[in-house]
Nanobody, 121 residues
Framework: VQLVESGGGSVQAGGSLRLSCVVSGSTYSSNCMGWFRQAAGKRREGVAGVLRGGSVTYYADSVKGRFTISKDNAKHTLYLQMNSLKPEDSGMYYC????????????????WGQGTQVTVS
């Protein structure tokens, strides 16, 4: 199983980024896939999730209306479109086969990718 995130970068407040996560192995067939983030000194938190079919999505209140999670089943890829970015959105972003929102115990999730850094100034 491998999860490879990309698309992070440095942007000014109000800008946009689109993150991608290519998933190999059976993990892509998980019931739910999600995006998580971790800022320096803080716990990792779930910010968005999508059920296997792709039509049901979940968002943390802090990103609702600004972030959109989606998936391309043909490409085994999960996306996170982030608009109207704020400095508090900065952190390392990860995808995972989990849909919990809010703080999570890193050890409670079976697989993590290496993450992609997002910096909003």
């Amino acid at each position: 199983v491998q999860l490879v995130e990309s698309g992070g970068g440095s942007v000014q407040a109000g800008g946009s980024l689109r993150l991608s996560c290519v998933v190999s192995g059976s993990t892509y067939s998980s019931n739910c896939m999600g995006w998580f983030r971790q800022a320096a000194g803080k716990r990792r938190e779930g910010v968005a999730g999508v059920l296997r079919g792709g039509s049901v999505t979940y968002y943390a209140d802090s990103v609702k209306g600004r972030f959109t999670i989606s998936k391309d089943n043909a490409k085994h890829t999960l996306y996170l479109q982030m608009n109207s970015l704020k400095p508090e959105d900065s952190g390392m972003y990860y995808c995972a086969p989990d849909c919990r929102l809010g703080a999570v115990n890193v050890n409670s999730v079976a697989y993590w990718g290496q993450g992609t850094q997002v910096t909003v100034s």
